[in-house]
């Protein structure tokens, strides 16, 4: 499966925006873009994915580089409750539910 | 609520022992997989079950197996404990379609957290 890259952790004020980055440079052109997030004593829980184009949801908005080599889970105002591990994860079209986590980002959200 | 939901939440064994985990999954998912969790550290896959048949695995010894139901809950076996194995394990279902593609979101449960001493 191709990697991606996080930063291990990331700082934001609460009802700020938040850009969490991840670099995913040896990825296939059919391999999805897909973001989950964990909570505190919690599972891990979808927040979006992509393939070409940038998507939006209630959760986060999603950034696609045009070469596709990195993107962008964008936060629009982060809230207490956003704190948590976000995983950047990409997903071969083959891979059934097989998702290979990395170490993530892990989110500190300051009142 | 995801609907996913695992039990116990809790346990303890002894190194050798055999544990069972069991998941039931949300309605409308025929498919189940299995990741492990170790402290500080992101899941890894287990293995997933569709059709009641294991479809595809993880780097995980013979001695972690699992079964799947015809209502599409799911059970994970683990023998001969170790003390390694002690993690968080996770279950989360999903829609394979009839095409045998699943690109769709899994929903996770909250986990069975096991201690090996």
């Known amino acids: 499966d191709a990697k991606t890259t996080q930063p291990n952790s990331m700082e934001s004020n609460e009802e700020e925006p938040v850009h969490l980055p991840c670099n995913h440079s040896?990825?296939?052109?059919?391999?999805?873009i897909h973001w989950y997030r964990q909570l505190p004593s919690q599972g891990p829980e979808y927040v979006i994915h992509?393939?070409?184009s940038n998507v939006n949801n209630r959760m986060a908005s999603l950034a696609i580089a045009e070469d596709r080599k990195s993107s962008t889970l964008i936060l629009h105002r982060a809230t207490l409750r956003d704190a948590a591990v976000y995983y950047c994860?990409?997903?071969?079209?083959?891979?059934?539910?097989?998702?290979?986590f990395g170490e993530g980002t892990q989110l500190t959200v300051n009142p | 609520e995801t609907g996913v939901t695992q039990s116990p939440t809790h346990l303890i064994k002894t190194r050798g022992q055999q544990v069972t985990l069991r998941c039931s999954s949300q309605?409308?998912?025929?498919?189940v997989s299995w990741y492990q969790q170790a402290l500080g550290q992101g899941p890894q896959f287990i293995f997933q079950?569709?059709?009641?048949?294991?479809?595809g695995r993880g780097n995980f010894p013979p001695r972690f197996s699992g079964l799947q139901f015809p209502n599409y809950s799911s059970e994970l076996n683990v023998n001969a404990l170790e003390l390694d194995d002690s993690a968080l394990y996770l279950c989360?279902?999903?829609?394979?379609?009839?095409?045998?593609?699943?690109?769709?979101?899994?929903?996770f449960g909250e986990g069975s957290r096991l201690t090996v001493l």
């Open positions: 989360a279902s999903s829609s394979t379609q009839h095409r045998g593609t699943n690109t769709g979101e899994l929903f």
């Open positions: 040896t990825i296939s052109g059919t391999d999805y």
């Open positions: 992509g393939l070409t």
């Open positions: 994860i990409l997903r071969a079209i083959t891979s059934g539910s097989r998702l290979t």
């Open positions: 309605s409308g998912h025929n498919t």
């Open positions: 079950y569709y059709r009641e048949e294991e479809n």
